[in-house]
């Protein structure tokens, strides 16, 4: 192999696999950290370049994944997902499109699931992952990762439902700074 091939394979890697990685990072992470995950991902590729397999994302997410628990605690962590998904849900509620109410109760459910739950879904949903590639993401078996799934889709649904019987058609507040426009 010479010298410039392994760069080279590094560097469709990233290529391809950037988005993905980030998208992952921001939802377990917030946006604050995403970067620093992403680049400490990548590092850890370039170091073990020789360990990827052909199919890397589940790869690179794993070691997001353990990059995230490693560096940021629990509550840092939860604190600036749940500023996030925050911020999303006041988004959707300022947004006048038709799938506003859906999609800001939506993200409200997800944001109310705990980080496991959160976590399934995103990895098949948002992330486009089989349940076999979630898995080795998670660190579990597939038919362990399909009964989480499975729980988290039911507790999304139970939160969405309940979500329904509250009174949707509340005024939208606009902050003041949007008068200054």
Not at 25 to 45: E, H, I, N, Y
Not at 83 to 106: H, K, Q, S, Y
Not at 109 to 121: C, H, K
Not at 148 to 164: F, G, N, V
């Amino acid at each position: 192999m010479t010298h410039a091939e392994p760069e080279e394979r590094f560097t469709a890697i990233y290529h391809a696999h950037h988005p993905q990685v980030y998208a992952y990072a921001v939802s377990r992470a917030g946006r604050t950290l995403a970067d620093d995950v992403v680049g400490d991902t990548f590092l850890v590729a370039w170091r073990r370049l020789d360990d990827l397999p052909a199919a890397p994302l589940p790869w690179l997410l794993g070691v997001a994944r353990n990059v995230i628990r490693e560096r940021y605690r629990d509550d840092i962590r939860q604190a600036s997902l749940a500023t996030e998904l925050r911020a999303w849900v006041a988004e959707a509620d300022a947004d006048i499109a038709d799938g506003v109410a859906e999609r800001a109760a939506m993200l409200a459910a997800l944001a109310g699931l705990g980080e496991d739950d959160r976590e399934a879904l995103t990895l098949t949903a948002w992330q486009g992952l089989s349940a076999k590639a979630a898995a080795r993401v998670v660190g579990c078996s597939t038919a362990t990762f399909f009964v989480r799934l499975h729980r988290a889709r039911r507790r999304l649904e139970q939160a969405m439902s309940e979500a329904a019987t509250v009174d949707r058609h509340r005024p939208v507040r606009i902050p003041d700074q949007e008068y200054a426009r």
